[in-house]
């Protein structure tokens, strides 16, 4: 399995030698923004420093979904031309709320796509100053339950998303790996309840009647964009170092019956809309999705 995983793209082969084998290997990663994947996503940048038609338009292929791609990647976070691009969008896209706002007609911010932005941003070492008013908007999105909902935005919304608690939780898991500082413990106050908020659910059953929230969460879609699925949510929970919890069991149960004979996991679908190319088939083995799937069961010890 392991040298089947080493001989894709050489963003994977990175991740594989630093979460399964764990030794890092920088002159791996130095490769990823000039072959494979990382080099075609930086080819399609354009002149202004934009990918796509700006900020958010169109999905996939504006720059925010872009760069939280080359991240995922882990291209080399002093990459000079990524770090233009992102200080573009700090300096042009502020709403009076202080959030990065995608929107041209709606005058408040999206709290999913600030927590996307944080995740990136901090991992291509952005300024401190610049993401204040991000960090101090996302804390208060916080909704009484623990988590996130973008929703909040419009009238009616009075119960988190996972979707949007996810996106939140990556973004905080970055800033602090990074070494930011500011408001930095009620972050991670908002990441202690959002946790408990997803698993409260179990990753994906209603709280109160243990039925399936949604049956596209058990779905192994990837990139996952700004949606939410229970490998998405299993990868955080591994990367942030969190303990075991009983309440992730169901959700381990389904991804380890995902598992084909060959020891691999598929890539079930990918999400509609235009892409700069296809990173793998759906249908088909996957190497992300095996990636993952190893390091988290690796981190719980269940394999």
């Known amino acids: 399995m392991i040298s089947w995983l080493l001989e894709g793209d050489v963003s994977i082969q990175f991740q594989v030698q630093r979460d399964l084998l764990d030794e890092l290997r920088p002159d791996i990663q130095a490769r990823i923004d000039r072959e494979g994947w990382g080099a075609a996503f930086l080819e399609k940048r354009h002149p202004d420093g934009y990918w796509g038609r700006g900020f958010y338009q169109p999905k996939w292929t504006n720059s925010h979904y872009t760069l939280l791609d080359l991240k995922t990647l882990q291209i080399p976070p002093e990459n000079e031309r990524v770090r233009r691009s992102i200080d573009l969008i700090l300096d042009t896209r502020k709403s009076a709320d202080g959030g990065i706002n995608p929107a041209k007609t709606i005058e408040v911010s999206d709290v999913c796509v600030n927590g996307m932005l944080l995740n990136y941003a901090c991992y291509f070492g952005a300024d401190e100053g610049r993401l204040k008013s991000i960090v101090d908007y996302i804390i208060d999105e916080r909704m009484e339950d623990g988590g996130f909902n973008c929703e909040r935005i419009r009238p009616g919304a009075r119960h988190s998303s996972l979707h949007s608690t996810i996106c939140v939780l990556e973004g905080i898991r970055e800033y602090a790996r990074q070494g930011y500082s500011y408001r930095l413990d009620d972050l991670e106050a908002a990441a202690g309840t959002s946790r408990e908020f997803i698993l409260l659910h179990q990753l994906y059953m209603s709280d109160h009647t243990g039925e ?50 060959d020891g691999r996991w598929p890539l079930q679908a990918n999400y509609t809309g235009a892409l700069h190319f296809e990173m793998e088939k759906p249908g088909q083995p996957s190497r992300w999705n095996t990636l993952r799937a190893l390091r988290v069961l690796k981190h719980f010890n269940l394999i």
């Not at 699925?229 to 991804?255: H, K, S, T």
Request: contains cysteine; positive net charge.
């Open 212 to 261: 399936i929230i949604n049956k596209d969460f058990l779905m192994l879609r990837f990139p996952a964009r700004w949606h939410y699925n229970i490998l998405r949510a299993l990868d955080y929970f591994q990367d942030a170092g969190v303990a075991w919890d009983e309440r992730m069991r169901p959700a381990c149960e389904v991804l380890l019956k995902k598992r084909r004979a």
